[in-house]
């Protein structure tokens, strides 16, 4: 069968993919706002000498790492309502489902950006009589923010990539937008052309973001090796 490619098809529906788009990056900041709040809480949770307030924060994390991020959704979205008798639009059980499970990752990527902050720096804020809310807010939060900072961004791509799971509640978002084009044009390839090259663009982000400065390791072993793990990195993003 002779198929010809036509990206008329695309250019003279830009507008209706272009709305999709904003969706997309609208679900994903929006889970980002929320999901960063949510992390923050419970990785002070979780750094909670108190059982009863450490314990459930580990279950959450546990349990929203190691569950698939649609199973997540259809509970939001079917189960919730349910259980509480509020009833969600697809909207805002995919903004809520990803913001439990980003949520989760963004945690575990906070407590290890506030134990990174050095134990001596702690020490010498209580021995200046600073409180302990103090300390974190002066002197640990500002230094874990700057650590964590690389792997947030890396949250944030996947956040764009699992906001294609909306379309399965059929919102407007551009994996929907390409499929409803690709479905009433009868032409599947031009529209999923508008999807491939932001599929590419998110892997080169998430490629640059791996990348990690040799400089600084001391053993000359590890700095090799991490040299040509990064020369592996920076030839895949050219390609």
């Known amino acids: 069968m002779d198929y010809r490619f036509r ?5 003279s529906n830009i ?3 272009m709305d999709g788009l904003g969706m997309t990056l609208l679900i994903s900041f929006l889970a980002l706002v929320v999901s960063t709040v949510i992390g923050l809480l419970i990785a002070l949770c979780r750094r909670s000498g ?3 307030i450490s314990f459930p924060a580990a279950t959450y ?3 929203f790492r190691d569950t698939p991020v649609l199973v997540q959704l259809f509970w939001v979205y079917y189960v919730l309502p349910v259980l509480t ?3 969600l639009s697809a909207f805002a059980a995919v903004v809520i489902g990803l913001s439990l499970n980003s949520g989760a990752f963004l945690a575990e990527i906070f407590r290890a950006g506030i134990q990174a902050v050095p134990r001596g720096q702690i020490d010498a804020a209580r021995v200046l009589g600073m409180r302990r809310t103090l300390t974190m807010r002066r002197i640990v ?8 900072l690389p792997p947030m961004g890396n ?6 990539k699992f906001s294609s799971l909306a379309s399965t509640f059929a919102v407007g978002e551009i994996t929907r937008k390409a499929t409803e084009l690709s479905s009433f044009t009868f032409r599947p390839r031009p529209a999923d052309q508008t999807v491939l090259p932001s599929a590419r663009f998110r892997q080169k982000i998430t490629l640059r973001s791996s990348l990690v400065p040799c400089t600084k390791m001391r053993s000359p072993l590890i700095a090799i090796a991490c040299a040509i793990e990064n020369a592996n990195l920076k030839a895949q993003i050219t390609t």
């Not at 990206?7 to 250019?11: A, I, L, P, Q, R």
């Not at 949250?155 to 764009?160: K, N, P, T």
Request: net charge neutral; charged share 20%; with cysteine.
């Open 155 to 160: 949250d944030f791509v996947a956040l764009i």
């Open 141 to 148: 939060l500002p230094q874990a923010i700057r650590i964590v």
């Open 61 to 63: 994390c546990e349990l």
């Open 15 to 17: 507008g209706f993919l």
């Open 50 to 52: 108190t059982r009863w």
């Open 7 to 11: 990206f008329d098809v695309v250019t």
């Open 85 to 87: 008798g509020v009833r």
